[in-house]
């Protein structure tokens, strides 16, 4: 067992289907009797996907013209309520370009837009993932069954959308820079994902894909004003102290969160305290990012990709739980390089531990702590690894 363990070798091709199998007829089985039980709507009486609540509300004001609205909670509150009474608050912290993506859902009833956003979304990160990959059938089931898709779902999040458009900028850095700055552009609807994108694309001199993503960046901000108004975006400013605060004061709990800052702060950290560890390690994480970027160090393109996706979700102190969807295509990248390069001893199942994961850490949540941060350094660690062997590989070649 302990050999297999270390070869990989359990990790077989009816495994991979039979284990994703089982986890989605389940997760389906029981969300569709807590649902049904309920008539159709979660225990507590608010709908399924209940951060969506957020999102839909937002998209309703927007069309009927009051873009304002979802910016200031003296009015965003009483219509979330008005339509939804037994739920409760949810804020909406997204840059008015975030808006005009979700209008087209506006004008639809709430399970509809919730529907056609999952699978939009979804379908626009399986993309992604097939062509890092390949192979769409094995895939279609892996990334279904991935917990972070469930979390993703059950929250009715945006976590599909930002792996679709982080990994996609990343898929086609090489070889459409134009495009792959517009997809970096439109991810800034999510800002604290892509605190690093700025630092590996200046370390690996992508001027064209800098240039891109700050004129989409630029025109997102002018369209967004033209359609709802300059003072959109006031709003937005405005109510960035809230922001902090809800982080801060762990107003969504800090146990759903998967950033070092909170971590620390369950365990009893002042914020100050916190905030200074969780930057100094963000620091040297961001570090090591910047000089795998480097070309001079010929680090494997799939391999720094993964490195810069799971980086990113340690560096940012306002992550949750189902962002963890872009562990998938790090992993997708990871898997590729193993496959061309040959796996180390216990890469296989390492990866697997951290596909599986997302399950530890909901059930982490649920005593009140979080493994999130454990999970993603060691998913770092891995690909470090993986660098480390590449180049001793590589050395040895020029010797010879």
């Not at 000089?291 to 340690?314: C, E, F, G, M, Y």
Request: net charge positive; proline share 5%.
């Amino acid at each position: 067992m302990l050999s297999s363990i270390r070869t990989g070798a359990w990790i077989d091709k009816d495994r991979l289907l039979f284990y994703p199998a089982v986890i989605v007829v389940f997760t389906i089985a029981a969300m569709t009797y807590v649902l049904a039980s309920n008539g159709w709507m979660l225990p507590s009486g608010a709908p399924y996907g209940s951060d969506f609540i957020s999102f839909w509300t937002a998209a309703r004001e927007a069309v009927a013209g009051n873009p304002l609205v979802p910016y200031e909670r003296s009015l965003f509150e009483p219509a979330q309520l008005a339509l939804f009474p037994k739920s409760v608050y949810f804020a909406f912290f997204y840059p008015p370009h975030y808006l005009m993506y979700l209008m087209p859902l506006g004008g639809l009833s709430y399970y509809a837009a919730f529907a056609l956003w999952m699978v939009a979304t979804f379908g626009a990160a399986f993309w992604v993932l097939v062509h890092i990959a390949g192979k769409p059938k094995h895939l279609f089931l892996l990334a279904l069954a991935f917990p972070a898709t469930f979390l993703t779902i059950s929250h009715g999040q945006n976590a599909f959308l930002s792996a679709a458009l982080f990994g996609g900028g990343l898929l086609l850095l090489e070889r459409r820079p134009i495009l792959a700055g517009v997809l970096f552009g439109l991810l800034t609807f999510k800002p604290q994902l892509g605190l690093l994108i700025p630092i590996i694309l200046l370390a690996g001199g992508h001027w064209r894909v800098i240039i891109s993503a700050c004129v989409t960046l630029v025109l997102l901000m002018l369209l967004s004003a033209l359609v709802f108004g300059i003072e959109v975006w006031g709003s937005f400013f405005a109510q960035a102290d809230y922001a902090v605060l809800t982080m801060r004061e762990g107003l969504v709990s800090w146990a759903k969160m998967i950033s070092i800052y909170a971590g620390l702060r369950i365990f009893g950290f002042g914020d100050s305290i916190a905030s200074i560890l969780h930057w100094l390690i963000a620091a040297f994480v961001a570090a090591v990012t910047f000089w795998a970027w480097l070309p001079r160090n010929k680090v494997d393109h799939s391999l720094k990709k993964a490195l810069v996706l799971t980086a990113a979700l340690i560096v940012t102190p306002f992550g949750l739980n189902y962002d963890m969807f872009l562990l998938a295509p790090a992993i997708a990248f990871v898997v590729v390089h193993g496959m061309e390069a040959g796996f180390m001893p216990y890469e296989k199942s390492t990866l697997a531990l951290i596909y599986f994961s997302p399950i530890f850490v909901l059930l982490s949540m649920a005593g009140g702590f979080s493994l999130a941060p454990i999970f993603l350094i060691l998913m770092f660690a891995l690909i470090l690894r993986s660098m480390r062997s590449d180049a001793k590989h590589n050395a040895a070649e020029a010797v010879l």
